[in-house]
């Protein structure tokens, strides 16, 4: 039971380049986030989807994209990567009602140079 | 002004002693109030959640909420030097989970 999984956990970049970071999870969960995470500014909201089918933008949206593929699968795409944005990006998925509790990810560590 | 606020620290506390760590949020529709911990180089984990006005305990956690003055608080009793990470306060509402910065927490042994 590996709970919510990322791919990869590291990558360097060119600026300019594209990547996606692939997230995946086994706990039946019907919403999924993307957020990043930057020295001193904690967790930042990307991107979430509350179910299949859905995507909607959070705090910092622009220079990403995002695909809910089935319930699943939930990716983050890069079209042209910036220095701006490396970071730790991290994936959840959220547990039922009763909590509301977040299940990360390991995170991915980006670095664009 | 930022949606969460919490203040940055570092917090520092001797071993045994009480930690508190507070934390504030703008959106009155907020419904539902976390804190996580996280360890350096790890994900953050969830270690208490609140969603009614008052107190409400777990072992030597305590999380405090005021709805009326949007304040959320965190008491760690008898602090380990264990309990030396940061701590995030997060606030939902509908299906966004907004998270504070961060205060990071040092107990000395």
């Known amino acids: 039971n590996a709970g919510v999984t990322q791919t990869p956990k590291f990558q360097v970049l060119k600026t300019g380049q594209s990547m996606t970071l692939q997230c995946a999870q086994d706990m039946n969960h019907n919403s999924m986030y993307w957020y990043r995470q930057d020295p001193g500014m904690g967790l930042r909201l990307i991107y979430y989807?509350?179910?299949?089918?859905?995507?909607d933008k959070g705090e910092v949206p622009n220079g990403y994209n995002v695909s809910r593929l089935n319930k699943r699968e939930f990716s983050l795409r890069l079209e042209s990567a910036a220095p701006s944005q490396t970071s730790v990006y991290f994936c959840?998925?959220?547990?039922?009602?009763?909590?509301?509790?977040?299940?990360f990810g390991e995170g991915s560590r980006l670095t664009v140079l | 002004q930022k949606e969460v606020e919490q203040n940055s620290g570092p917090l520092s506390v001797p071993e045994g002693a009480i930690a508190s760590l507070n934390c504030t949020y703008s959106?009155?529709?907020?419904?539902?109030f976390f804190w996580y911990r996280q360890y350096s180089g790890k994900s953050p984990e969830l270690i208490m959640f609140i969603y009614s006005n008052g107190d409400k305990e777990d072992g030597r956690f305590t999380a405090q909420l005021n709805k009326a003055s949007q304040y959320v608080s965190l008491l760690i009793r008898d602090s380990q030097p264990s309990d030396s990470a940061t701590y995030l306060c997060a606030v939902a509402g509908g299906f966004k989970t907004i998270f504070g910065a961060g205060t990071r927490l040092f107990v000395k042994a």
């Open positions: 959840a998925a959220r547990g039922g009602s009763q909590t509301g509790e977040l299940f």
């Open positions: 989807s509350a179910s299949e089918g859905t995507t």
């Open positions: 959106d009155r529709g907020s419904q539902s």
